[in-house]
């Protein structure tokens, strides 16, 4: 069933796990992801990124999503992740997201906090919750690069989340977007700090390729959801891959489009389970 982020922030948080947060492109995408989570009895977000939006249509994702999510037996948030403009919250809310992202983390601390508060004003009587970003993550996403990360501060992230009454806190504390070149180190000492700070939930992105043993300390910090997209790309094109070198006379996308949407659906499952969230549904 299609649920507000909110239900979902507040269950993990209480729970003391995290729920993964899977960026969708496509139908196939959209089912591993749903079948994975129903499989694990787990919540789950969908999201919509920039990239995804742009290659899809935003009319197109949303419905496909949304039909995906209502018919789920599980709770199914749908995401847009990071949010560029007020316009596009409310395209958004009126196309049936029940979460956003505003990131404002170009932005001076001030601008930020404005455009979080003005989101947060419209989508909260909606029922939608609201993401909102405070330090840069590093890394390339869609071909948005953030060439210098800037770590979240923890003084400012208590400001922050005073004023602008969010419902998550997505943190830069070492994890970039994108493939990592080397292992990522994050800073746990901040998270923790963070987290006392804020006592919100937390979301980590550009999780893909970020250890296991990485994972299992920071959820325990206050992480409430995980941002994967890479991993699953990597997974879908590994297995088409696959498909074209064993097969090079095979001409029916299905049989492409199929062996990607299983790779997918592996993928998703251990997620789940890594971040504590399946058996939560
Ligand atoms: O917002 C989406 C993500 O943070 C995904 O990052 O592609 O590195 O997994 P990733
Ligand atoms: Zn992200």
């Not at 170009?106 to 939608?128: H, R």
């Amino acid at each position: 069933m299609l649920v507000s982020g909110k239900e979902l922030f507040q269950a993990a948080k209480q729970g003391g796990y995290a729920v993964g947060a899977f960026n969708v492109n496509n139908m196939e995408i959209i089912q591993a992801i749903i079948e994975a989570a129903e499989e694990e009895n787990s919540p789950v977000f969908l999201q919509a990124s920039q990239g995804g939006i742009k290659y899809a249509g935003l009319e197109y994702i949303a419905a496909l999503a949304k039909t995906a999510a209502e018919q789920a037996k599980v709770p199914v948030a749908l995401n847009l992740d990071h949010g560029t403009s007020f316009a596009q919250v409310a395209k958004c809310i009126r196309a049936g997201f029940s979460a956003v992202m505003i990131d404002g983390s170009q932005l001076s601390f001030e601008d930020n906090i404005a455009i979080t508060q003005k989101v947060v004003d419209m989508a909260a009587p909606c029922g939608v919750s609201v993401e909102a970003e405070l330090g840069k993550i590093g890394g390339t996403e869609d071909d948005i690069s953030v060439a210098e990360a800037v770590f979240t501060d923890p003084d400012e992230a208590a400001e922050f989340v005073e004023r602008t009454k969010i419902d998550a806190l997505a943190v830069a504390i070492g994890t970039a977007h994108g493939v990592y070149k080397g292992e990522p180190k994050l800073d746990f000492a901040r998270l923790e700090q963070i987290r006392n700070a804020t006592n919100i939930p937390l979301v980590l992105h550009g999780a893909s390729g970020v250890p296991e043993e990485a994972i299992r300390k920071a959820v325990p910090l206050g992480i409430c959801k995980i941002n994967i997209d890479t991993e699953l790309r990597q997974a879908f094109t590994k297995a088409v891959q696959e498909v074209v070198h064993t097969k090079p006379q095979e001409f029916d996308p299905r049989k492409l489009l199929g062996p990607a949407r299983e790779a997918m659906k592996e993928v998703v499952k251990a997620k789940l389970r890594l971040f504590g969230c399946a058996g939560r549904a």
